[in-house]
């Protein structure tokens, strides 16, 4: 877990908008598992395609 415990959009582990590189520096967990998460929330039902939205507005990205 990120010792600030903050969550921030990753500036270097990014493929889209860096969210679930934020998640994944953040829980610990692989940011590849955590897309696949979304993936899957996203073909069953969408919901996955509008949290990752949300929180690409709402998550700030990573200080420099």
Sequence with gaps: ???S???YRSQTNRMLGGVC???ADYTGLDATVIRVIF???A???GAGLLVYL???IIVPT???
Excluded: E, Q
């Design 39 to 41: 993936v899957i929330l």
């Design 1 to 3: 877990m990120d010792p």
């Design 62 to 64: 990573a200080p420099a």
């Design 43 to 45: 073909v069953f039902g």
């Design 54 to 56: 949300a929180m690409w």
């Design 21 to 23: 590189g934020g998640l």
């Design 5 to 7: 415990g903050k969550l």
